[in-house]
DNA sequence: TCAAAAGTGTTGCTCATACACCCATGA
DNA sequence: TCATGGGTGTATGAGCAACACTTTTGA
């Protein structure tokens, strides 16, 4: 039930809809996130760092208006995106009432560019090192890790950090980064096999001075 | 990061936020929906049912729109409620680009009042025979009994639906309700007194001719 | 003594965990 | 032959599913 007779009343004059994307990668063993650093002077948190993220346009769906900023601000490509919550703290935003639709991304590291169009400096920040964020953004954050370390034990959501072609043990490197935690490699193989997500290309890689590894690709 | 450079752009113009509540309850062993009628003449769902909802004002979150809106139309205070999805569809409203929070909420029965603020018509509808809803509400309604389900089987959410004290036969109804399917009683007693949930009133009520059931309440 | 719901135990299976050694390779 | 990571099996315990009968009560 939606009335609109309320729509061009006070109450509404405000409403401004934006998304925010939590941008996750794991590059070396180690979970990052994407940041930008907010660049405008009419903005108090001018200098700091803070999630790609803008405000929807009336011609799209917050699906596309994530792809988007995704692509103009961060330089990023056919990530894998999907809907976290809704943050509508009144004074959430200092510049006004803003209401972000908040989004977690996940994306292996061979669909970056380091360029992107809008002129914004960005840098992918360990989680473990992660500073003070502008606006409310820490507290996505925290939210963000939660749905993203419960989402990898229960589902193959792990896939979208990976390469085509990759090796067990990346894999598990991929979860314990997540995790933040390490595994037991037995008991990792037997149960990422056991649910029948990967194909075994009978490929091998070798990297360094060291028995071959099989390579393994989601199905 | 949110940028409000284009804030007065005519990308803009015509964000409206609203909040729609699937609201639940458990009446009789029949999960229900709270659904209201759409009266306003100038909208072409006139006569058909859809969820409470509304739009948020500018100095409330959409947390406390939810109550507002299912006390003054509903009728009911003191709801659970949480937030489900953000459905941003552009088509999803024919008056125009409506954003919408949906909210899944649950009540036991005690807390309905049969009237509300509004001179809106409201029924509760079993989820059986659910007609078919303005705007996208049969799809949020989907992705609402989805949810319900399965948060029921790993949290607490169920105690939401039970009055203060209640019978295991009685909370047992209300999963199967929900669920849709019956379930084995030793079972059923045996895991919901293991999560260590339940705690026993040593109190026993007996409805009818037969041997008097323990009470239970909810710690 | 009957009807109606309350209440109760055991067994087998599946799945998660804990745990240690050998293998293949290139330097 | 050594260093490096790749690769493998077993035993134990926890939790879930299947399954049927006895108990309490009032009519």
């Known amino acids: 039930m939606e009335s609109k007779k309320n729509l061009k009343s006070e109450h509404l004059k405000f409403a401004v809809l934006a998304v925010d994307a939590v941008c996750f990668r794991v590059k070396e063993g180690v979970l990052e996130l994407l940041l930008g650093k907010i ?15 803008g405000l929807i346009y ?20 056919n990530i894998h995106r999907e809907q976290l919550y809704t943050f509508s703290d009144i004074d ?7 209401v972000s639709v908040a989004y977690i991304a996940l994306t292996n590291n061979d669909d970056i560019q380091n360029k992107n169009d809008a002129e914004l400096e960005t ?10 964020l502008a606006y409310d953004h820490n507290e996505i954050t925290k939210v963000a890790v939660e749905r993203l370390r419960s989402k990898i034990i229960y589902t193959d959501i792990a896939k979208y950090f990976m390469p ?13 980064a997540v995790l933040g935690e390490g595994m037991d490699k037995r008991n990792f193989r037997k149960r990422i096999i056991s649910l029948n997500l990967l194909k075994n290309t009978k490929k091998t890689v070798k990297k360094g001075v060291m028995r071959p590894a099989t390579l393994y690709t989601f199905k």
């Open 164 to 176: 085509t072609e990759f090796t067990l043990s990346e894999l598990q490197k991929v979860y314990e």
């Open 92 to 98: 959430r935003d200092p510049r006004g009432r803003v």
């Open 123 to 132: 840098k992918w920040c360990p989680l473990s090192n992660l500073p003070k």
């Open 39 to 53: 660049g405008s002077d009419n903005n108090i948190y001018k200098g700091q760092w803070a999630h790609i993220g």
């Open 58 to 77: 009336s011609e799209e769906t917050a699906d596309q208006s994530v792809d988007r900023l995704l692509g103009d601000k961060g330089g990023i490509k």
